[in-house]
């Protein structure tokens, strides 16, 4: 089994900061990306950021130089620093994890999601 535990959202005003965090846990093997996406209401769900271990990082123009992803590998969780947060970042965000649980194949877990809401 696996889970992902997300931790982090809330209630913030524009051009506040929140760090958002999920760490994965259970018979892990190996990590192959981790990453959040975000669901807006009445839109889909939407890529934010993502990170290949031992590649790539790519963000969505969105968020690029305000949102930061990074991941401690030892704790097997990723993070998400979001400053200068905007209304239109409100959202619920999922985090998700590309991995590899003993004896299969590399699969994608998601988090159950956490609010970030950006009002005055």
């Known amino acids: 089994q696996v889970q992902l535990v997300e931790s982090g959202g809330g209630l913030v005003q524009p051009g506040g900061s929140l760090r958002l965090s999920c760490a994965a846990s259970?018979?892990?093997?190996?990590?192959?990306?981790m990453g959040w996406y975000r669901q807006a209401p009445g839109k889909q769900r939407e890529l934010v950021a993502q990170?290949?271990?031992?590649?790539?990082?790519n963000y969505a123009d969105s968020v690029k130089g305000r949102f930061t992803i990074s991941i401690d590998n030892a704790k097997k969780t990723v993070y998400l620093q979001m400053n200068t947060l905007k209304p239109e970042d409100t959202a619920v965000f999922y985090c998700y994890v590309r991995l590899r649980r003993d004896g299969y194949g590399y699969s994608d877990y998601w988090g159950q999601g956490t609010q970030v809401t950006v009002s005055s």
């Open positions: 259970g018979s892990i093997v190996s990590i192959s990306r």
């Open positions: 990170m290949i271990i031992g590649g790539t990082t």
